[in-house]
């Protein structure tokens, strides 16, 4: 059985070092997307008890340690999402609602809380498509429509609209872990 957890825990990239506490979540859960602009983290989506999916953001101040507050909500109950964010926005790349492959992306101004909004679409319905930026693009890369696909999409960040061909991965891939440089 999937362990769901609420745990926020924080290193300091300076110096190595173990983990340390950060606080909570609002929510216990697994198979979130998260995303940052360098002030504040955000967690949206994922899955928090078996089989029941979710639609709640939560969010911390970086600077401070402390649990998550309630930031709003994404459009539906959302899980195996993926989020890239720039100095302004977090966008939540795909994701499935009760096992089914969705197309959606959508946004939020990551400095003020609120509702996630329509950021545009992905190419095809895609879960566990890794999401990354360089302040400048969102890329999603591989991720899952049925079988794995080797598909890299691309969007531009300061601007809403629906994903473009960037290219392929050299093989079909899900489930990804992602980095970007920052702005």
Known sequence: MA????IIEYITIA??????DFGDLTLARQTMAAGSNGTRGVWGGGRHAADTDNDVIDYVNIASTGN?????????DTFEVHACSD?????FVGGSISGTPINVLQY????????????GDLLATTYYCVGMSNGTRGIGGGGYTGS???VIQFWVMA????????????VA????????TGD
Request: charged fraction near 10%.
């Open 68 to 76: 998550a507050s309630d930031f709003g909500n994404l459009a539906s």
């Open 108 to 119: 939020i101004n990551t400095a003020s809380t609120g509702n996630a909004a329509d950021f």
């Open 159 to 170: 601007s809403l609209g629906n994903a473009s061909d960037f290219g392929d991965l050299s």
């Open 15 to 20: 110096s190595t070092g173990n983990v340390t």
């Open 173 to 180: 891939k899900s489930e990804m872990g992602g980095g970007a």
């Open 3 to 6: 362990a769901f957890y609420n």
């Open 148 to 150: 794995t696909v080797n």
């Open 87 to 91: 100095n302004t926005k977090t966008v």
